[in-house]
């Protein structure tokens, strides 16, 4: 069994038993039915000028889902640049059960995301790389994909997407009541306001610690003063994972689209990668470019690069398979063929052949950069911890 599978079994079970601890979760459950779920939301009339007006406000709508219905779910529209769509178009949304309903859940789970995938004609891209993140031990939502409709008017495929919620972060950390930061667009840790976090152990204070650390001329000070707010073994495998995947839309190319939580034990901030829906892509470099700051600041180090440089050997060995991850793409494509029609059957195989292309490029290209990093004698760590 590959090494990637196996990683990845070890978390699931691991979740498994942490939502056994409390409440049921039956989010294990819905994202391994193995099809496709088909969602209706309804909005009273009243509720659309709203979304017209401001996207982003919740209104109360109701959701049907398998025979289940649920009502007043907070619901508000998403997306960013060359995704955002209105809510008379094809719009992706946010939809938070127990925003007007105290615990209401959905499959156990507060919040979730539908996303258009205006940008992934596959609606796959997330989801592969989502798998790998976890697989290499990073704290990632779930991904699938759903059939929606918005007041009976069918609106198509979407990505279904598990929200960063009190039950995702209860699986991943030890507790939910950490602080928790959205960065918003292109912004680095210096810029998050004391509002983007939940109430819990850390505040920006810490972050402005973590962003002095990262700027220490002293660069024999610098690795230990970053790990002493930051969890540095997770990071280098966050930023390693970026480099595999291809996030070229990510935070140590373009610090965008990730997440920070303050994990309250052992009190370190822990980065996530969201928004990959255009992964493999060619162009992403290897190395940091500048833009994520803790990124670059870690590989100027040299003993800091040394980490890096052996994690991507590492994690290319252990959770890449191009097999595997050809057959999550046709696991997916027999679970959607059902729901599309002869249309959107020829445009989604298009879609996922150039797909798969694309995975075995970025395959050939990482190979090449593990080349000449072995070449250079820089893949052996120092001591095991850090494997």
Request: glycine share 8%; net charge neutral.
């Amino acid at each position: 069994m590959p090494g990637w599978v196996c990683l990845l079994l070890a978390l699931v079970t691991r979740g498994a038993c942490a939502a056994g601890a409390g409440e049921p979760d039956g989010s294990a459950a819905f994202f391994a039915a193995g099809k496709v779920a088909r969602i209706e939301i309804v909005l009273a009339a009243e509720a659309l000028p709203v979304l017209r007006r401001d996207p982003h406000e919740y209104v109360r709508g109701t959701l049907r889902e398998g025979g289940a219905v649920f009502k007043e779910v907070g619901v508000h529209l998403k997306g960013g640049l060359g995704t955002f769509q209105s809510v008379d178009e094809k719009p992706s949304f946010t939809l938070n059960f127990d925003k007007f309903t105290k615990e209401q859940k959905f499959h156990g789970m507060d919040k979730v995301h539908l996303n258009n995938a205006a940008e992934d004609d596959s609606l796959l891209m997330e989801q592969l790389a989502a798998d790998l993140f976890r697989a290499a031990g990073v704290p990632c939502p779930r991904v699938t994909q759903a059939r929606v409709s918005l007041n009976g008017r069918d609106l198509g495929m979407y990505v279904f997407k598990e929200g960063f919620d009190g039950t995702f972060l209860r699986r991943h950390f030890q507790g939910s009541d950490g602080g928790f930061y959205d960065p918003g667009l292109s912004h680095d840790i210096n810029e998050l306001k004391p509002k983007a976090s939940r109430a819990g152990a850390k505040t920006t204070g810490d972050l402005k610690a973590l962003w002095d650390a990262a700027h220490d001329e002293d660069l024999g000070a610098r690795l230990r003063r970053m790990g002493e707010t930051l969890d540095v073994e997770r990071f280098v495998t966050f930023i390693a994972m970026e480099a595999l995947v291809g996030h070229d839309d990510g935070y140590m190319v373009n610090r965008n689209n990730y997440r920070i939580y303050s994990d309250p034990e052992p009190k370190r901030f822990v980065f996530m990668p969201t928004g990959m829906d255009q992964v493999f892509a060619e162009e992403c470099p290897f190395y940091p470019n500048g833009a994520g700051v803790l990124a670059q600041a870690l590989v100027d180090v040299p003993e800091g690069k040394r980490m890096y440089e052996a994690r991507l050997v590492e994690l290319f060995k252990k959770v890449w398979s191009v097999p595997e991850l050809e057959k999550t793409i046709v696991r997916v494509q027999r679970q959607i063929r059902p729901v599309l029609s002869p249309e959107e059957i020829e445009a989604h195989t298009k879609a996922v052949e150039n797909l798969k292309e694309m995975i075995r490029t970025q395959t050939r290209r990482i190979e090449k950069q593990v080349a000449i990093i072995k070449r250079a004698g820089a893949a052996k760590p120092k001591n095991k911890k850090a494997e």
